[in-house]
């Protein structure tokens, strides 16, 4: 299972962004999906997670209400639309995939089972 994950730029405080990842090699609609992030110097942390079937989503309080996840499973791809962005969101943004229900929400990174490579989202003041 491969996880291809895009979208990451240079924007000034207040600006959008929408991440994208691809998933490949797997059966994407029986992956719960989450979006994490690492800043410099910091443990990689929960951003959001989402359903198989985008029925549950969920924030870190840090980001409830700017950011949400979505899912298209007829393109094999999760998002993560970004908005009011502020510089404490600078980090490289992850995607991930776990395989089981009862864990996926639990902001855990050790449960997620297949990892994209990341991409850098930079915000500057």
């Known amino acids: 299972v491969q996880l291809q994950a895009c979208g990451g730029g240079l924007v000034q405080a207040g600006a959008s962004l929408r991440l994208s990842c691809a998933v490949s090699g797997g059966f994407f609609s029986a992956y719960y999906m989450g979006w994490f992030r690492q800043a410099p110097g910091k443990k990689r942390e929960f951003v959001a997670a989402?359903?198989?079937?985008?029925?549950?989503?969920y924030y870190a309080a840090s980001v409830k209400g700017r950011f949400t996840i979505s899912r298209d499973n007829a393109k094999n791809t999760v998002f993560l639309q970004m908005n009011s962005l502020k510089p404490d969101d600078t980090a490289v943004y992850y995607c991930?995939?776990?395989?089981?229900?009862?864990?996926?929400?639990?902001?855990?990174?050790?449960?997620?089972?297949?990892w994209g490579q990341g991409t850098l989202v930079t915000v500057s003041s």
């Open positions: 991930a995939a776990d395989t089981n229900y009862r864990t996926y929400y639990s902001g855990d990174p050790d449960v997620y089972d297949y």
């Open positions: 989402i359903g198989w079937d985008s029925r549950n989503t």
